[in-house]
């Protein structure tokens, strides 16, 4: 199996930074892309940002200049670095992985975490 956890989440001020990590683990034999996903109140689920096996990130125009995302492959990680927060970044942050499990032939699945609540208020 493959397990995705996220952390770091938290209550911050608008303006505020907030560093989020996520950890991939089990029987994996392969990682490609890592991706950040959010959904906010009322809505659905959206991309964040994304960073391929080699290092090329892309972000959603709304965090651009704000958010990077930034891995390590020797450790599974991806990590969300925002900055200058706003209160409409208020969601449940999702982290998605593109994996090659150890079981099951050669296919790529997308494996999820659970989530974790980035809330920004005054």
């Known amino acids: 199996q493959v397990h995705v956890v996220e952390s770091g989440g938290g209550l911050v001020q608008p303006g505020e930074s907030l560093r989020l990590s996520c950890a991939a683990s089990g029987s994996i034999f392969r990682i490609y892309t890592m991706a950040w996903y959010r959904q906010r109140p009322d809505n659905n689920r959206e991309f964040v940002a994304a960073?391929?096996?080699?290092?090329?990130?892309n972000y959603d125009d709304f965090v651009k200049g704000r958010f990077t995302i930034s891995r390590d492959n020797a450790k599974a990680t991806v990590s969300l670095q925002m900055n200058n927060l706003k209160p409409e970044d208020t969601a449940v942050y999702y982290c998605?992985?593109?994996?090659?499990?150890?079981?099951?032939?050669?296919?790529?699945?997308?494996?999820w975490g659970q989530g974790t609540q980035v809330t920004v208020s005054s």
């Open positions: 998605k992985i593109g994996a090659i499990p150890t079981t099951g032939g050669l296919s790529e699945y997308d494996y």
């Open positions: 960073i391929t096996s080699n290092g090329n990130a």
